[in-house]
Structure formats: C-alpha cells, structure tokens
C-alpha cells in the first residue's frame, strides 16, 4: 500500500476529474439519510399510546350467552304482545305411525313365531357344515328382523305435536307438546324458555324444499293433483330416510325431540327461527 501510495501519488487518490463518484456518494448519504428518518417516525409512532377505541375488548362467552339469551326472550315477548300463539302445528302423523307400528309389530310377531317353531335345530334334516350354516343363518335372520321391529317402533318417539307461546311470570316461554311412545296416549307437555331450545342450521333448506305453491290459477286442478302424488311421497321418504324430520334440542342440547317441517308454520317459519336463532339479525320475512 505505502508502495502503491508513493508510487502514485496521494493527489490522484483524493481527486478525481469525473463527477460520477460524487454523485454517487450524495445519492448513498440521501438514501442513508431518508432510511434513518424513517426508522425514526416508525419508532416514535410505535411508542406511542393507542386510543381507547381501537383497543379490541374482549368479549367473555358467558357474557355473549347472556346476551343472545336476553335477545330470544324479548323476541319471545314481541310475539306474544303481536297475538302470536301457535307457532307451528304438525300434520298428521297417523299413516306414518300406523305403518310404523304395523311393521314393527309384523317383524316382532316374525321373530316370536320362528323362534318357537323349533327353528333353532334343524334336527336330521341336515348334517355336517350344512346344518350349522343353516342354523347360524337362521339366528342372524331372527336377530335382524328383532332388531328391524324395534327400530320401527322407536323410530319415531317424540314427535312434536304443537309448539305455541304461553304467559308465565311476566315473559312468555315456549309450549312444547310431545307425542308419546303409544300414539293414543295424551302428548305430555315441556314448558321452557326460548334460549333453551336449538335447531340445526339446515332446516329452513329442508323447509324450503318442502314448501309447494300454485303459481297459476287455471292450472289449479293439477296443482292439487300434483301436491297429492308429492304429499305421498314426502311421507314416504320422511319414513324410511328421516328426510324433513329434524332434531329440536332443548335443555343444553342434552334432550331432543322431533320436528317434522311438514307442518304449519305461523309466518312461513320466521317466527320459529327467531326464537331458536342467536343471531343479531332478524329474519327478512319477518
């Protein structure tokens, strides 16, 4: 270096005919100088205090139930103060319980009749493998069909007959009324706030699906033709696939009861998603 130095020169090193370094140099010492300024208002506006409304309050999940609870109730006193008292009412449930109990009691009676028959052994008409397959066969087959007549008995306990609105201690509560196991017993009846029942969150799909309008009145006589044959089968698919019955929960979703959206719904199902519902907003057909 002190060779190069003394070899050179110190003049050349210092100076320069071209003005491209300087430029360069300013350009570097401004673009320093621009970051430094800004480091410096990012760190100032960091350290300093946010306004109280930005600040997010947390908001507590006691608190949040209390609130949509308060807000089913007053929307339960709104109704009953509008002269709302029944707010749903199912059809009837005669054909699919009478077909229900019909065969359950068939396959019941099935499984009572084979089993006494002396079905279990099938004595010297078989030896071998044959005669055990046969009879494990046999066992199975009464099994399923003990197991099909149960379902069908119980498949469709507790279907709600009515739902309506009655006056309790100043607030109005929700009247549930169940069927019972037996058909022809009187329905026992579950009286409760509205905040303590819940639906799932496709039944007004299912609903919609289900509701069948005449848009034409000349066509009226195979409107009602046709809401026959779709009456039939929406019957017949609510019993074998359950399609249009859904669960109604109540008491923290611990019990449950049956609602077929068959039925009749006081506002076209608006009144019922209110007081089942926790949302803010209100129901467009209401």
């Given at each position: 270096m002190i060779s190069f130095v003394a070899r050179f020169g110190s003049s050349n090193l210092r100076s320069s005919p071209s003005p491209l370094p300087s430029l360069l140099l300013r350009r570097l010492q401004h673009q320093h100088a621009f970051k430094a300024a800004a480091w410096a208002r990012g760190l100032r506006s960091s350290s300093k205090a946010l306004p109280s409304r930005t600040i997010p309050t947390p908001v507590r999940a006691a608190e949040s139930a209390q609130g949509s609870n308060r807000r089913q109730q007053y929307r339960a006193n709104e109704m009953y103060s509008?002269?709302?008292?029944?707010?749903?009412?199912?059809?009837?449930?005669?054909?699919?319980?009478?077909?229900s109990w019909f065969v359950g009691t068939v396959c019941l009676a099935e499984v009572a009749l084979?089993?006494?028959?002396?079905?279990?052994?099938?004595?010297?008409?078989?030896?071998?493998?044959q005669k055990q397959v046969t009879e494990a066969g046999n066992r199975l087959g009464?099994?399923?069909?003990?197991?099909?007549?149960?379902?069908?008995l119980i498949k469709y306990t507790g279907l709600v007959r009515s739902i309506d609105l009655v006056k309790k201690n100043g607030n109005a509560l929700v009247s549930m009324k169940v069927r019972r196991f037996?058909?022809?017993?009187?329905?026992?009846?579950?009286?409760l706030p509205a905040s303590d029942i819940s639906l799932p969150p496709y039944w007004l799909h299912e609903?919609?699906?289900?509701?069948?309008?005449?848009g034409?009145?000349?066509?009226?006589?195979?409107?009602?033709?046709?809401k026959i044959m779709w009456t039939i089968f929406v019957r017949f698919r609510a019993w074998v696939f359950r399609y249009g019955v859904v669960d109604l929960r109540y008491n923290d979703e611990s019990k449950r009861v049956l609602l077929d959206l068959g039925g009749q719904f006081s506002n076209r199902g608006a009144d019922l998603w209110e007081l089942t519902s926790t949302s803010k907003t209100r129901f467009p057909l209401s």
């Open positions: 509008r002269g709302v008292r029944n707010v749903y009412t199912s059809p009837s449930h005669v054909g699919m319980l009478g077909f084979m089993g006494t028959q002396g079905h279990w052994d099938m004595g010297d008409q078989m030896t071998g493998w009464l099994i399923f069909f003990g197991f099909v007549g149960w379902y069908c037996v058909p022809l017993l009187k329905p026992r009846e579950i009286i609903l919609d699906e289900l509701t069948l309008d005449s034409d009145v000349r066509r009226r006589g195979a409107f009602h033709f046709g």
